[in-house]
């Protein structure tokens, strides 16, 4: 049986912990689970199953053919595609997998009426307030309020849901943005629902969630903390949350490394004692960031070893120390994000060092890193 170059574990009772975590939190309101960009990089099909069985009730994603992913995958949950779709094609594809799409002008409340005339089902919509994202949506109360009457209004289109997003949720002290942008979603909403009861209201992801109950309205649209990553880019455990995913390698050479010789490209590290270096094949081909050089640490049999010398696009290298006991460990498991004993490695660690974000992180490894999955990888129905 061969031996992986790298592979990215994921933990699906992780996944499955975090979304009762979650509703736990939310009391009540229900979840709805990102799994946009393949799940942040974790698997949408699998993650989307766990995150169903663990009692989320919707799914999210940025496109249609993401969406034509989960429904291609038997899944049959209510799916929201939160980008924007440029065409009416697209829009018909939609509403032929029975995905809710997102709306802010009237003009496309009229593209979704004429494409609900071509295929068979409605067009289901959510109308976006932009209440300082600054992205999609209309900035426009009354415009939102305008595309609201005219979805309604539409044949073939049911309005189904109210919704915006935040800006700075994750930033705690963000000078009261967050708190502007949910009075100005409260004070719409309310009006909105005032009129149209069913409305499904949702604004929070999942630093909103974790930040204010107030937020969490009908439904939350939960990311970043459904794969046990901190939406505030610290620490997990202070969240409650389990990371699901373990990205590791294996040392695949030792070798004797004097004082004065050198690794990898540039000749960035330069031994100045007598040690071992462990290469292990991994690297920014696969997701492993160049920027990492020099500044990560690796876990190989439970302690931190440091990353030495420019990461490459298949091979990294670490110092494994002068005893000569090193040389045992050709072939032993190396951590890059996860745990060994007691240490730890968090994506939050590797952005720090990148100064990103966590979602980049995981967001980043590339399909030549194959996932594997724990006792839930089936997805639900």
Request: net charge negative; aromatic share 4%; proline share 4%.
């Amino acid at each position: 049986m061969s031996v992986a170059r790298a592979s990215a574990r994921v933990d699906l009772d992780a996944i499955a912990g975090n979304c009762v975590h979650l509703l736990e939190t939310l009391d009540g309101s229900r979840l709805c689970a990102v799994v946009k960009a393949d799940g942040y990089g974790h698997g949408a099909v699998a993650c989307a199953g766990a995150a169903l069985r663990a009692g989320a009730s919707w799914l999210a994603v940025a496109t249609v053919e993401e969406a034509a992913g989960l429904r291609e995958a038997g899944i049959e949950a209510p799916l929201l595609v939160m980008g924007a779709l440029c065409d009416r094609a697209e829009i018909e594809r939609a509403i032929e997998l029975r995905a809710d799409i997102v709306v802010w002008r009237e003009r496309s409340v009229a593209l979704a009426s004429e494409a609900a005339a071509l295929v068979s089902g409605p067009a289901r919509v959510h109308v976006k307030l932009d209440t300082g994202m600054g992205r999609l949506g209309t900035r426009d109360r009354e415009e939102a309020s305008r595309v609201i009457a005219a979805a309604v209004a539409a044949p073939g289109v049911r309005l189904v849901g109210a919704m915006t997003h935040f800006a700075t949720a994750d930033v705690l002290d963000d000078d009261g943005f967050f708190e502007a942008q949910l009075s100005a979603f409260t004070a719409w909403s309310e009006a909105v629902k005032a009129e149209h009861a069913d409305i499904l209201v949702h604004a929070a992801n999942s630093a909103a969630v974790l930040r204010d109950p107030r937020a969490g309205f009908d439904m939350a649209r939960c990311g970043i903390a459904v794969y046990g990553l901190d939406p505030f880019n610290r620490d997990p455990l202070e969240r409650d949350l389990c990371p699901a995913l373990t990205l590791s390698s294996h040392v695949a050479e030792v070798k004797p490394c004097r004082a004065g010789e050198s690794t990898g490209y540039g000749r960035r590290y330069v031994a100045d004692r007598d040690t071992h270096l462990g290469v292990l094949p991994i690297g920014y081909g696969d997701g492993f960031r160049r920027a990492l050089s020099g500044r990560a640490e690796v876990l190989i049999a439970g302690a931190r070893l440091p990353l030495v010398g420019t990461v490459s696009m298949d091979n990294v290298a670490v110092d494994l120390g002068p005893d000569p006991a090193a040389l045992e460990l050709c072939g032993a498991e190396a951590i890059l994000i996860g745990a060994s004993g007691p240490e730890r490695i968090t994506a939050e660690e590797l952005a720090g060092h990148m100064g990103t974000i966590n979602y980049e992180i995981t967001c980043g490894l590339s399909a030549r890193v194959p996932r594997t999955y724990g006792p839930l990888a089936s997805p639900a129905p």
